[in-house]
C-alpha cells in the first residue's frame, strides 16, 4: 500500500513515537489471522491518527471502518476524559477478534462499537457532534459519508479519510471506476469553500480535511 520507498518508509517509522505494545499484537495478530491485511493503518500512519486527535482533544469521534481496531486506538487515545469513539464496522465476523483487541487497553469504556451499515448507524447517531471523523471503508462511498457526516462536524473539526492516492493510480494513466471514483472525491473536495484541505503522502493517501 506504501508509495513511499521502502527506505524512506523504514526512516519515518524509525523516527517517530514508538509502536505501543497492545498495537504490536494487533499487527500481528491482523497478519496471521484476517484476510486482506495490509488494510491495516499500521505504525507510522497510526502515529499520525494518534497525533492529530491529541491535537485535537476531542469529545466524540466517528470512525467508519472499524476492521481490526488498530486506528481505533491509535484515535482514542487523544480523547478527552469523558470522550466517545464511535466506530462503525459492516463484517461481525470481527466482533470476537475486536473485543479482544479493546480489552487489552485502558480505553475499552470508551469505545463504541457498532455493526452494520454505515448509512443506517450514522442515521442513529443523529444527535451526535464530532470533533473528529475518519473515514475507512469501501472506498466507493467515500463522498457518499462525507456528505452524511458533514453537518455532524462541529466546526473547526476534522474529515479524515484514508487511501486517497490509491496506489498512485489518481495521478497516472488509469482510467478504472475505482480510480475514477478517488480523483472524484479529491476533485470535490479541493474545489468545497466550506473546508479547507490538505492531502499527506502517508502510505496510501491521506486527506485532511478541516470545517471552516
Given amino acids: 500500500m506504501e508509495i513511499l520507498d521502502p527506505n524512506l518508509q523504514k526512516y519515518l517509522e524509525d523516527h517517530c513515537e514508538p509502536e505501543p505494545e ?14 486482506k ?4 493503518s499500521g505504525h507510522y500512519q497510526g502515529r499520525l491518527l494518534s497525533m492529530l486527535s491529541k491535537m485535537m482533544q476531542p469529545k466524540r469521534i466517528l470512525e467508519i471502518g472499524t476492521f481490526t481496531g488498530y486506528a481505533t486506538l491509535c484515535l482514542a487515545e487523544g480523547l478527552t476524559e469523558d470522550g466517545i469513539i464511535h ?3 459492516v463484517n461481525r465476523e470481527l466482533e470476537e477478534m475486536l473485543n479482544s483487541h479493546f480489552k487489552s487497553t485502558n480505553v475499552e469504556n470508551k469505545i463504541k462499537l457498532h455493526f452494520g451499515p454505515a448509512e443506517l448507524i450514522i442515521n442513529y447517531l443523529a444527535e451526535e457532534i464530532f470533533d473528529i471523523v475518519f473515514i475507512d471503508a469501501d472506498k466507493k462511498n467515500n463522498f457518499t459519508y462525507f456528505e ?15 487511501n486517497v492516492l490509491w496506489k498512485g493510480k489518481v495521478y497516472g494513466p488509469e482510467n478504472d471506476a475505482d480510480t475514477q471514483r478517488i480523483r472524484e472525491l479529491n476533485d470535490r473536495i479541493s474545489v468545497d469553500s466550506r473546508v479547507e484541505q490538505l492531502i499527506l503522502p502517508v502510505r496510501d493517501g491521506i486527506l485532511v480535511i478541516r470545517k471552516k
Fill in 22 to 35: 497492545h498495537l504490536q499484537k494487533i499487527n500481528r495478530d491482523t497478519y496471521l489471522k484476517v484476510l
Fill in 37 to 40: 491485511p495490509h488494510m491495516l
Fill in 87 to 89: 466506530t462503525i464496522e
Fill in 148 to 162: 452524511l457526516i458533514f453537518d455532524k462536524v462541529r466546526s473547526g473539526g476534522l474529515i479524515i479519510i484514508d
